[in-house]
Nanobody
């Protein structure tokens, strides 16, 4: 199983960006997956995750701005990010920690 994240880049404060994470492996299920980030000088933190039943969780700082979603037919997990702040600058990772799967990160840089 491989998780390939993409969609990172540079964006201005207030702008949008959507991250994608494609999971390889026909038997892979997009459950209990999440997006994590590590900002410079900080520890990795959970940004958002989606449970088997479809319930989602978000870190307080991104509530109302970020949306996690999945497309099982495409084996793809998304993170739609709106109203980006400079504090959102980080390397973002998609992961299924319960199974030990982590993708390589994608850099998001938000500047004014």
């Amino acid at each position: 199983v491989q998780l390939q994240a993409s969609g990172g880049g540079s964006v201005q404060v207030g702008g949008p960006l959507t991250l994608s994470c494609v999971a390889s492996g026909s038997s892979f299920r997009l459950i209990d997956m999440g997006w994590y980030r590590r900002a410079p000088g900080s520890q990795r933190e959970l940004v958002a995750d989606v449970q088997d039943d479809g319930n989602t969780n978000y870190v307080d700082d991104v509530k109302g701005r970020f949306t996690i979603s999945r497309n099982s037919a495409k084996n793809t997990l998304y993170l739609q990010m709106n109203s980006l702040k400079s504090e959102d600058t980080a390397v973002y990772y998609c992961a299924k920690p319960s199974d030990g799967y982590w993708g390589k990160g994608t850099q998001v840089t938000v500047s004014s």
